[in-house]
């Protein structure tokens, strides 16, 4: 879900509409916006799982403090989704544990 019409704001300013991928699925976005954003909106609840027990994570802090929402974006792991502009064709995945950086720790 996105604001369209804030009390206070107004009219919410759309730029761009693009498309991204999110493990291999298209979905659309618009330039500029959070990743994490255009996630939610597409009705994506959790991003991650944790490196013990492996438990779902999602939005928590949504100021880039928490690391709730790190995915791996066009390859790189821990990705702060929530502070991360999207762009046209960007390739996000879901992070299982610390994400693979290319070395083994027991984590994939
Ligand atoms: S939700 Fe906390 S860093 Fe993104």
Known sequence: MRVDEHPI???????NRVWIELD??????????????A????GVKWFRKTVKGHAPRGIFCAIGRCTDCVMIVDGIPNVKTCV???RNGMKVQTQIGRGNWGVSDGEV
Do not use: D, N, Q
């Open 24 to 37: 291999g699925k298209r979905i659309e976005a618009y330039e500029g916006e959070p990743i994490a954003v």
């Open 9 to 15: 704001l107004g009219p919410a300013a759309r730029s």
């Open 84 to 86: 991360t502009p999207v």
């Open 39 to 42: 996630l939610i909106a597409a």
